[in-house]
């Protein structure tokens, strides 16, 4: 029986992190970067956190042996953001979705935002899984009807652009009616 997935919704990809201030030092001015290119630079330092995948065009970027980022354990994974709000480090990889939360809390005494990457999915799905049983296939069953309902209703699309940046917002909300039109005609997974 292979293992019973539904896909919630599509989502940002993970993006380059950066102070606000720092657009010009970073990034150029570019709308997008390549994080192969950015690696190279040696006037701009960059962290990640360690053992974390984040898409495979960007693992197989960063962990390279010859790697620059320096990478972060994972138990202080929080720390990452704060270190790039202090200006020891110039860009890390997250989702903006997180960088929004900082922003937004005041956690932070410098304004993040996400630049895409080139070497980054548009847009990523992301899926739900269940175990290898009949009960997992009915649970994926139940959950994709539950995200029908939600999507019809337009809750999951709003819940989805609300924590994002306000560009990022306009871009995606076009993708979001999209999938999610696409989403209703589509069959349910199929109970094995």
């Known amino acids: 029986m292979a293992r019973p997935t539904s896909l919630c919704a599509p989502s940002p990809p993970p993006s380059l992190i950066i102070r606000k201030k720092d657009v010009e030092k970073v990034t150029g001015g570019k709308a997008t970067v390549s994080l192969q290119q950015l690696m190279q630079r040696k006037d701009v330092t960059g962290s990640i956190v360690a053992q974390r995948p984040y898409t495979a065009g960007i693992d197989a970027l960063v962990n390279q042996p010859q790697s620059q980022l320096s990478k972060v354990p994972s138990a202080r994974y929080s720390s990452i953001l704060k270190l790039l709000d202090a200006g ?91 999938y999610f039109k696409q989403r209703l005609h589509q069959p349910l997974p199929a109970l094995e």
């Open 88 to 178: 020891l480090i110039d860009y890390t990889i997250e989702f903006p979705y997180v960088a929004e939360y900082f922003n937004r809390q005041g956690l932070l005494q410098n304004e993040l935002i996400a630049v895409s990457l080139d070497e980054a999915p548009d847009p990523m799905p992301v899926d739900v899984m269940c175990t290898k049983s009949p009960w997992g296939a009915q649970a994926i069953r139940d959950i994709d009807k539950a995200i029908r309902i939600a999507v019809g209703e337009k809750d999951l699309r709003q819940a989805l652009l609300q924590w994002l940046p306000a560009p990022l917002q306009a871009e995606y909300a076009p993708k979001f009616d999209a």
